[in-house]
């Protein structure tokens, strides 16, 4: 495993907000699954919310899908939320559904040397143990006190 990406790496990814498909997301406010995917949203990102077990609900202003080849529009990025077993079958299927797929996100604490063997084989970036909201907010000199920042948005004046 490498140190991680680079900051020029993550801005390219992050600027401008790319569509996102974020799967195992919650509709549990406090599951970091669903914070991290509405903070995606409210900063611009078009987010699709895949779990089979919310599947036809609402979040985030979109329907929550069963799985990824229920996606008719195009996602750039896949931002995995499951355990790192999960994560091979889930890449798989993502290289294979997702035509517009530029890069694959896996959480905090989930590492997968396999899914990031298929994504070199595909030439998709791969990121692992890592948080795109944290990224984000490093990146845009919004990290409070202790690195989270999960409450309201705010603007950078306050």
């Not at 140190?3 to 498909?21: K, N, Q, V, W, Y």
Request: proline letters at 9%; hydrophobic letters at 40%; charged letters at 25%.
């Amino acid at each position: 495993m490498t140190d991680g990406p680079s900051d020029a790496l993550l801005r390219e990814i992050l600027t401008p907000p790319r569509p996102f498909a974020c799967v195992g997301v919650s509709p549990n406010p406090v599951r970091p699954s669903h914070y991290v995917a509405r903070y995606l949203s409210l900063r611009g990102f078009r987010v699709v919310p895949v779990n089979p077990g919310h599947a036809g609900t609402e979040l985030f202003g979109a329907t929550v899908r069963a799985d990824l080849s229920e996606i008719d529009e195009p996602v750039e990025v896949l931002d995995i939320f499951r355990r790192p077993e999960a994560v091979p079958a889930i890449v798989a299927e993502g290289l294979r559904v997702l035509p517009q797929l530029r890069c694959v996100w896996l959480q905090i604490g989930v590492i997968s040397a396999e899914a990031r063997a298929m994504c070199a084989e595909a030439g998709v970036t791969f990121i692992e143990n890592r948080c795109p909201k944290i990224e984000y907010q490093r990146l845009h000199s919004e990290l409070r006190m202790g690195g989270f920042a999960t409450g309201r948005i705010s603007s950078k004046l306050d």
